[in-house]
């Protein structure tokens, strides 16, 4: 053998070594989910030229929201524009792919061989993907109770967020809907907004609810008589649409929606907009297949630095996690915090994987050189012999 071919023969011995030490996959990451949060881990482990696959399923929370607002250089955007235009600016990071399907179910896998674990996801179609990291971004969705109208109107003057909608209503005859629990809490929120506020409460005006209320506002009955807001019991029975802010707007961005509420005794009152109180759900059930531990029903994230969850590998970011906050701008920074955690987390493992080699790789290069030169030697000395021989014949 050439010194040449016993070189290329050596390294490529300790290049095999080293990479069975991290998992060969298709993808360092999966990112599941493709609203703000997503899209945000998306661009940053895009930036980093790190191989990353984002699955879209199309299902967004604000999808029937008519604009985006507290976004900086935003404000007003459409959410289905401003997911596009995110999209085509990541798109020119070329270790960046975005697959719209819905992923059905992935599994953490132990590679005993190489010391370390991966995950394979498979999409509704069947198709398996292997990545070395998961980035969980499955949002959450509103559930709304059964009452006729009240769906139709959701995200259309009828919504949870006052910092996202509140200020294009402002001024306006407001209603809050849900339990009397949450009654203060919404007028905390919203009375430098309105005057005119209602609290129509459904049949959660009730002996055990004043109790719960009392808990943690001690003074809530003071607090409410100070802004003047009143407490309508009745039980609704639809909400109907007069009048469409989409097509009653003014020059500063108000939008006019105005409504009327059926109550089950036969009257109605009238309303122009609403802050809603009603419960949410992870919108996927990966969390629990994953048996993600879970806090008031969101992935906990708050034991754990750069967007962890409790289980290796696997991270949580957006309206799904369990840090506090439900807005577009904290799922974009949630998104870049976890991007950067994954990102640093894969080159301490390459890092460590490199150095955990290195003493192996150099006793594997000292015996394999010393049995290659050995075999050498050894041919050398058996092509000496051979020409020996032949000039004496």
């Not at 459904?202 to 004043?210: I, R, S, V």
Request: glycine letters at 8%; aromatic letters at 8%.
């Amino acid at each position: 053998m050439a010194p040449k071919s016993l070189f290329y023969s050596l390294f490529s011995t300790i290049s095999v070594a080293l990479a069975s030490s991290i998992p060969q996959t298709d993808y360092d990451v999966i990112v599941v989910g493709g609203g703000p949060a997503g899209l945000s881990v998306l661009s940053s482990l895009g930036r980093m030229r790190r191989r990353t696959l984002m699955f879209d399923s199309g299902e967004y929370r604000n999808s029937v929201t008519r604009e985006m607002h507290d976004v900086l250089g935003f404000d007003g955007t459409p959410p289905a524009q401003f997911r596009g235009l995110a999209r085509q600016q990541i798109s020119k990071y070329n270790s960046t792919s975005v697959i719209d399907i819905k992923i059905d179910t992935i599994t953490p896998i132990e590679d005993a061989a190489a010391n370390s674990s991966y995950f394979r996801a498979v999409d509704a179609n069947g198709t398996e993907y292997t990545s070395r990291k998961v980035v969980l971004g499955t949002g959450l969705v509103d559930v709304i109770p059964d009452v006729p109208g009240l769906r139709e109107a959701w995200g259309k003057g009828i919504w949870w967020c006052p910092w996202c909608d509140g200020y294009e209503h402002r001024d306006e005859p407001l209603g809050i809907l849900g339990s009397l629990t949450d009654v203060v809490g919404s007028v905390m929120e919203t009375h430098t907004l309105y005057s005119d506020i209602i609290a129509f409460t459904n049949g959660t005006y009730t002996p055990a609810n004043e109790v719960a209320l009392a808990a943690k506002y001690p003074n809530w009955k003071e607090q409410l008589e100070a802004w003047n807001i009143g407490i309508d019991n009745r039980s609704i029975a639809s909400i109907e649409r007069l009048q469409n802010g989409d097509d009653h707007r003014d020059d500063t961005g108000r939008q006019y929606d105005i409504f009327r509420v059926h109550f089950t005794d036969g009257s109605s009152v009238i309303r122009n907009t609403f802050i809603t109180n009603y419960p949410t759900a992870q919108r996927s059930t990966l969390p629990e297949e994953l048996s993600l531990v879970m806090v008031d029903n969101k992935i906990d994230t708050t034991d754990y630095t750069g967007m962890r969850t409790s289980l290796s590998g696997v991270y949580a970011v957006g309206d799904c996690n369990s840090d506090g906050s439900t807005n577009v701008p904290h799922a974009m920074f949630s998104g870049k915090r976890a991007g950067v955690y994954v990102h640093v987390e894969m080159s301490r493992e390459e890092s460590n994987a490199a150095i955990s080699k290195r003493d192996f790789d150099r006793r594997a290069l000292e015996k394999q050189t010393e049995r290659m030169v050995g075999n050498e030697m050894e041919d050398l000395w058996k092509r000496v012999l051979e020409n020996h021989h032949q000039r004496r014949s």
